[in-house]
């Protein structure tokens, strides 16, 4: 029976190394992966989850600030736990954990993306209480940089969709 056990196991492990010796990917690939899945799960646009990544980690999943946020989307200890994330450094973890918090703020702040931006900087109770009126400069700045991270990334996206249309037409003309 041990020798089953054992056979079993190491048939496992030899599938499942083949499979990943089929697929290798980076580990930005492997995150990004990851976003456009919880992206899609919790309906939060994927360049807003992108463009908070790239704000907040630079897309590395080993980040810590100062104040303690961590991984990919620099939950802050109290995030993390409200939101079920045991282990901030597992990438799949800290990113649904942030899209689920993205989309609570999304729901709380009726879209407003400015403010849902301003929300997953500073934490949504300062926000509630004073709106775009924030006096932080490091609010703002950061509210600005993933604005217009986001709007690069929707609008490539967008033109990347657009793209395979013209190209069609083109061809239909001639």
Request: hydrophobic share 45%; with cysteine; aromatic share 10%.
């Amino acid at each position: 029976m041990k020798h089953a056990v054992r056979l079993l196991v190491v048939a496992f492990c030899l599938c499942f190394a083949g499979a990943c010796a089929a697929e290798t990917m980076t580990v930005r690939e492997y995150s990004e992966r990851w976003a456009h899945y919880y992206a899609d799960v919790y309906r939060v646009p994927r360049e807003l989850v992108e463009a908070v990544i790239q704000a907040e980690s630079s897309w590395d999943p080993l980040a810590v600030s100062r104040k303690g946020a961590a991984g990919l989307m620099q939950l802050m200890p109290e995030t993390a736990a409200r939101f079920g994330v045991k282990d901030v450094f597992a990438i799949p973890e800290n990113i649904r954990g942030g899209v689920a918090y993205l989309a609570f703020l999304i729901n709380l702040f009726r879209g407003d993306l400015r403010l849902v931006a301003a929300a997953y900087q500073a934490g949504e109770s300062s926000i509630l209480s004073r709106g775009l009126e924030y006096s932080s400069r490091e609010v703002y700045r950061y509210v600005t940089r993933v604005l217009g991270l986001y709007s690069a990334k929707r609008a490539r996206h967008l033109t990347a969709q657009l793209e395979p249309d013209a190209e069609r037409r083109s061809h239909a003309l001639k």
